[in-house]
């Protein structure tokens, strides 16, 4: 027998060493237009990176080496152009030596592949303008990076190899920056987990810029390229790398005649045997089953590929026996410290196929908490209604996330329900995992849902609750004063019970705690009490804090690198003066907070502390609370899931007396009166050109001052539809406070400010802008009158009070307008 395999790597490798170990005497011959016919492509970041430092441990075997152990013909560097099935014979080009050759075969097998999505955009063949799929593009891409030193670049796409290509191009010493055209990155993730990866790839420095196209390339004067948005921002770069997707390689197919699906891969059956029973796909240009939708789909991964390729070489040598059943694109990835997976369907894909769902989010750790060196956990399992079968599962965090993942794949695999997620028996010891573990965790929550023992809510409903729902949040006061969702009063827990009478059994009451536990157990003791209409929030305060921020590239977000020598336990080397260490690990907000207050106060003047975190908030809190309370913030950085923070004691603040003036400006900008907001930016403006630092900070009405002119559009209630019908749409709708005339006199101060030469509103706004004024929205505000952030200019932030008081504490002049 004869068998010719086109294309090699994950599936072409497989199935040729397969075939002779099924057949040693068949006559097997392998095409490979490449030069590298077995090698790791899913490494190929880590090497452009320097993780992996040799460039020959690519090489899962070589050309040599498969000849000599397997007896194949090996064929690099020559292509095949053209497929005869009528006379079962290929048409071979030598790239090398240019002639062209036919071949006969019995039997063959197509893995060509999928290749690089480069769509046709003004500049896209700029030299600086890469794709990642083999070894001659990593070369490209690692001979860039070492002969021209580039200081920044910009990775179009957040898919899995777009944000390894991040991560491996930071750690590089490169400045990155993440383009990509969906609201989040990470497509098999939903939303809300994939806003926890959203906000560790900000803290380590890289910019994210979601819900924006790239237009064109452009390349500059320096030699540099400008990379011009859809939304009209520019992003100036030394190096791009395109990861927006694949396309299977069909063409050799298409022209064969052979069946294409929807999608454009090449059609097989079970047996993974082609419209032509002579000829067998696999790997990445094939469309397969997907197991939860039962519909044919495209998993470009080298799992499947591995598995198609020993099945497909059974069914060649044995007949066709061994069935593919499918595959669900079980897949995970590393990126910076976090470790991301997904298993089944998403909620995107069930809602596209119609299928019904419940989701459900838990938060733990990856091991027993009281053990050393326990990190955040996040799991969301999506399952029927009725029967609870599993559909889909998805793990983020920093530890134990590639079992977990594996536990709950297998589990939808085999069409098990959450009830199986209980009763999975895993191993347990303290520094492995919990006697309950997260997975099983999943399943009890899963189970209380289905049995009615508890009614939730998801963090995407909360902001469509009537007016008439009670809201409480039943974490500690500590924690409450910390952040909570706007409109949740605070009864804790364990005093829920003494304020029972209080609360009105006639209308419906929404729970929430930090991820959910505490919200259940308040759940339980009020539809105990004859409370009827109650729910509670699936993944508490976390997931919905986490779902909602929006994504920050500013400074003060990322974690910055401590430089100073370190002893292995993390705390400086040869230090000044005494240092403390304090071990918050495990404790969720406002834990750690709690602990460094307490310590602190211990300290003397000019003495430090170190404490670690694995809350991921803590970063960010302890910044607040350093700037706050005067103490000095040495050091921050967030390693493997661990925030480890570095305070020392400052002196007393000296009094007023003797203390310098600040230069801080605040101005609560509260009306949207033209004239009134002509005053604040000629007041702002003046005031930074003086070299003062301005905060403007716009609430309720102030938020139409700041609306961008040309909206995109936003999904609201019939509450923010109404608000925004009413309220002025922009600044150039602005009214006069007095003799506004219905709306003649806001028109004749503009005329007039144009004829005397005066700077219009918006002309003062861009001033502003440019001169460095900060403009904060009160998000409270923003929720009350349905005011959604798109709405808003692009430079301006989101705050609520804490964020203002700060302001306002470090300022010498504060108004209101």
Request: charged share 25%.
């Amino acid at each position: 027998m004869k068998y010719l395999i086109i294309g090699g790597v994950a599936g072409g490798a497989t199935v040729a060493a397969r075939l002779r170990r099924n057949d040693e005497k068949a006559q097997i011959i392998l095409f490979e237009r490449g030069e590298y016919v077995s090698y790791a492509n899913c490494g190929l970041p880590y090497y452009i990176g320097g993780t992996i430092k040799e460039r020959n441990k690519l090489f899962v075997q070589t050309v040599k080496g498969f000849v000599s152990r397997f007896r194949i013909d090996i064929r690099t560097r020559q292509e095949v152009t053209r497929i005869l099935p009528g006379t079962k014979q290929v048409e071979v080009k030598n790239l090398q030596s240019g002639e062209v050759y036919t071949e006969s075969y019995d039997k063959l097998v197509l893995s060509p592949g999928a290749e690089p999505l480069r769509p046709r955009i003004e500049g896209i063949d700029s030299p600086k303008i890469f794709t990642l799929r083999n070894v001659p593009d990593t070369d490209a891409i690692k001979g860039f990076l070492q002969q021209m030193k580039p200081k920044k670049a910009v990775v179009v796409g957040g898919g899995f190899i777009g944000l390894e290509m991040a991560e491996n191009l930071h750690e590089a010493g490169v400045q990155v920056t993440v383009i990509e055209m969906a609201d989040q990155v990470m497509a098999p993730l939903d939303f809300s987990m994939a806003a926890l990866v959203h906000q560790h790839l900000t803290s380590k420095g890289v910019t994210l810029l979601l819900g924006d196209g790239v237009k064109k390339f452009e390349t500059l004067a320096d030699q540099s390229l400008a990379v011009h948005l859809a939304s009209g921002k520019t992003v100036q770069t030394d190096l791009v790398i395109l990861s927006i997707g694949v396309r299977p390689e069909n063409q050799l197919a298409r022209e064969a005649g052979l069946s294409l699906g929807e999608r454009g891969g090449i059609q097989v059956n079970a047996y993974l045997q082609t419209s032509d029973p002579n000829i067998y796909a696999l790997g990445d240009a094939v469309e397969i089953q997907h197991l939860i939708t039962h519909k044919p789909a495209m998993i470009p991964l080298a799992g499947p590929a591995n598995k198609q390729g020993r099945i497909a070489a059974d069914n060649i040598v044995y007949g066709n026996k061994e069935v593919y059943k499918g595959a669900m694109g079980t897949s995970i990835a590393k990126i910076f410290d976090l470790t991301v997976a997904a298993a089944g369907a998403n909620a995107k894909l069930l809602k596209r196929e119609g299928i019904p769902y419940i989701s459900s989010y838990t938060h733990g750790s990856s091991h027993a908490g009281y053990y050393p060196g326990a990190v955040p956990l996040s799991i969301k399992i999506l399952f029927a209604p009725e029967t609870g079968v599993l559909l889909g599962a998805q793990v983020v965090g920093f530890g134990g996330v590639d079992k977990r993942i594996e536990m709950l794949a297998q589990t939808i695999q085999h069409e098990g329900t959450i009830y199986d997620l209980m009763e999975l028996e895993h191993a347990y010891a303290p520094p492995y995992a919990a006697a309950k573990d997260p997975v099983n965790m999943a399943g009890f929550v899963a189970d209380n849902i289905l049995k009615d023992r508890v009614r939730i809510i998801t963090w995407r409903d909360i902001d469509k609750l009537e007016a008439d729902v009670v809201k409480i949040d039943v974490r500690t006061k500590d924690e409450y004063s910390l952040g909570t969702i706007p409109g949740f009063i605070n009864i804790p827990v364990d005093e829920l019970r003494e304020h029972l009478d209080e609360l009105p059994k006639d209308k419906p009451i929404v729970v929430t705690c930090a991820v959910g536990l505490r919200g259940y157990l308040a759940y339980r003791i009020l539809v105990q009490n004859g409370f009827k209409n109650v729910r509670n929030l699936s993944g508490g305060y976390k997931t919905w804090s986490t779902a909602t921020a929006p994504v920050c590239n500013d400074a003060h977000c990322q974690a910055k690198a401590d430089t100073e020598e370190k002893t292995d336990d993390g705390q400086p080397a040869n230090p000044s003066k005494p240092v403390l260490s304090v071990d918050a690990c495990g404790l969720m907000c406002p834990g750690p907070i709690l602990q460094l207050k307490k310590n602190y106060a211990e300290l003397k003047e000019g003495e430090a502390l170190v404490i670690k975190a694995t809350d991921q908030a803590f970063g960010k809190d302890v910044a607040s609370w350093c700037k706050m309370t005067g103490a000095q913030l040495t050091s921050l950085e967030n390693r493997n899931g661990i925030v480890a923070a570095t305070i020392q004691k400052a002196a007393p603040v000296c009094s007023a007396a003797t203390s310098q003036p600040a230069d801080h400006k605040t101005i609560v900008v509260f009306s949207d009166d033209l004239d009134k907001a002509l005053a604040t930016f000629v007041i702002a403006n003046g005031a930074a050109a003086a070299g003062k630092k301005v905060t403007l900070f716009f609430t309720f009405w102030g938020l139409n001052i700041i609306k961008k002119r040309n909206k995109p559009a936003v999904e609201k209630d019939f509450m923010g539809k109404m608000f925004g019908w009413m309220l002025p749409s922009s600044s150039e709708k602005l009214k006069l406070s007095k003799m506004n005339m219905g709306g003649m006199g806001s028109k004749m101060m503009r005329m007039i400010m144009k004829q005397k030469r005066i700077d219009s509103l918006e002309s003062l706004m861009q001033q502003a802008i440019d001169n460095g004024v900060e403009m904060i929205a009160c998000t409270m505000s923003m929720d009350v009158m349905g005011v959604k952030q798109e709405e808003l200019l692009d430079n301006v932030k989101l705050g609520g009070v804490a964020t203002y008081l700060e302001r306002a504490e470090e300022a010498n002049l504060n108004l209101f307008i």
